[in-house]
């Protein structure tokens, strides 16, 4: 009896493993993700534009009305949001995203969700690294980011990854400052 149960386990986990392909879109009950579409080209290109330390980009795709959540769960407008992206320029140099490590994707892991009920998400999962301009620091930690576009803009971005980095970085700046 226990080695039927196997073998109806090994056919059913070999056949499932066979029907996977290497493709860049998938679908299922709720909608579709795909990893090189627009959307996610447009993130791909979010984040070179961070690297580059260019936020004119940032500008553009982020909606007037953007809805900023970090990872504080601190909620912020996209005026505050850019202050804070300058402030991220101020304090970091060398400032670079870990590429996928998966060899059929050259660029960030990102992939963007395309909902039956119209909502549309892309998602990024990667690695930061930087040297803090006041610290002297190198820091390296993980990172997810969520964003909800409306048409080609960005309406919200919720963020979730170990803040303590950026905030090390912000006491050596205001400390050097009170100097």
């Not at 990893?35 to 982020?62: C, G, P, R």
């Not at 809805?67 to 005026?79: A, F, I, R, S």
């Not at 060899?103 to 990667?126: D, V």
């Not at 048409?151 to 009170?178: C, H, R, W, Y």
Request: proline share 1%.
């Amino acid at each position: 009896m226990m080695k039927n149960i196997y073998t109806i386990l090994l056919v059913g986990l070999f056949t499932v493993s066979c029907n996977n392909s290497n493709s860049s879109e998938t679908s299922n009950l709720f909608g579709e993700v795909k990893q090189n579409d627009e959307k996610s080209q447009m993130v791909q290109k979010l984040f070179e534009a961070v690297e580059a330390e260019d936020a004119s980009y940032l500008q553009n795709i982020f909606s007037d009305d953007l809805k900023h959540t970090n990872p504080d769960g601190v909620v912020v407008n996209k005026e505050e949001f850019m202050t804070g992206i300058e402030n991220i320029f101020d304090m970091f140099d060398n400032i670079k995203f870990k590429k996928s490590e998966y060899e059929e994707y050259e660029n960030l892991e990102i992939e963007t969700t395309y909902y039956k009920n119209g909502k549309i998400w892309t998602n990024i999962w990667s690695e930061m690294s930087a040297k803090g301009n006041y610290s002297g620091n190198e820091m390296n930690f993980r990172f997810h980011i969520s964003y909800l576009w409306d048409g080609d803009k960005i309406i919200e971005e919720v963020q979730f990854f170990n803040p303590t980095a950026f905030n090390s970085e912000g006491l050596a700046k205001e400390m050097s400052l009170d100097k």
